[in-house]
């Protein structure tokens, strides 16, 4: 079984289009995270949601916005792609937040293209 | 600002040992993180300090001084399979996780 799952893995797609990328846990974890991870390779929060409490880094274009149905998923859905939106965007989740996070449990990624 | 610095390559080979660097500053501490994560894959988790000293687990060792805001990673016996990136990321003071760019290891034969 996977941990933390996310689809989908490949996603190619025009300018100014929609997109989501879905993401599951089977952990019980109570945290999940999306995460970017550019062409130079830094990863960088995106959101982090925990117990139906959101926390946005305030870098992120409202174009972005995540959905959590149950503790078990958060999907990503975003609005008006750009080209610069292209990159390989990651889920995560933790067992817990603040001092009680403990280690990060990565999906395997999606790499979105945007022409 | 918060900064983790890394080397963005190093090579080395099979069988030999190499420590990978990282030092960082930032708004306080609440522990580092080494990962691994292999070309088009995920990162995984490999270790965790928080007290200062040595950490082995296996072939990979992890060390931490919080007075001097440096850690290293320590790989023995090296494999072919080692050849990945290896990302390091600090816990600040809000528990926010700060990541360093990862360093490229080559492994060569």
């Known amino acids: 079984d996977t941990a933390v799952s996310q689809t989908p893995k490949y996603l190619v797609t025009q300018m100014g289009n929609d997109k989501s990328i879905k993401c599951e846990q089977n952990l019980g974890h109570d945290t999940m995270y999306w995460y970017k991870q550019d062409s130079k390779k830094f990863l960088k929060i995106m959101f982090s949601y925990n117990n139906k409490e959101l926390i946005i880094n305030e870098t992120v274009p409202n174009r972005f916005s995540p959905k959590s149905p149950d503790k078990a998923h958060l999907n990503l859905h975003i609005n008006s792609l750009e080209l610069g939106d292209s990159a390989v965007y990651f889920c995560a989740s933790s067992r817990d937040r603040g001092e009680n996070t403990g280690e990060l449990f990565f999906g395997e990624g999606s790499r979105l293209t945007v022409l | 600002g918060q900064n983790i610095d890394q080397p963005t390559e190093m090579t080395a080979t099979e069988g030999a040992i190499v420590q990978i660097n990282c030092t960082y500053q930032t708004s306080g501490f609440n522990g580092l993180f080494w990962y691994q994560q292999h070309a088009g894959e995920a990162p995984t988790f490999l270790s965790y300090?928080?007290l200062d000293g040595l950490e082995e687990k296996g072939r990979f060792s992890s060390f931490l001084s919080r007075s001097k805001g440096y850690s290293y990673l320590l790989l023995k016996e090296l494999q072919m399979k080692d050849s990945a990136s290896y990302l390091c990321?600090?816990?600040?003071?809000?528990?926010?996780?700060?990541w360093g760019a990862g360093t490229k290891l080559i492994i060569k034969p």
């Open positions: 990321a600090v816990v600040d003071s809000n528990y926010q996780l700060i």
């Open positions: 300090n928080v």
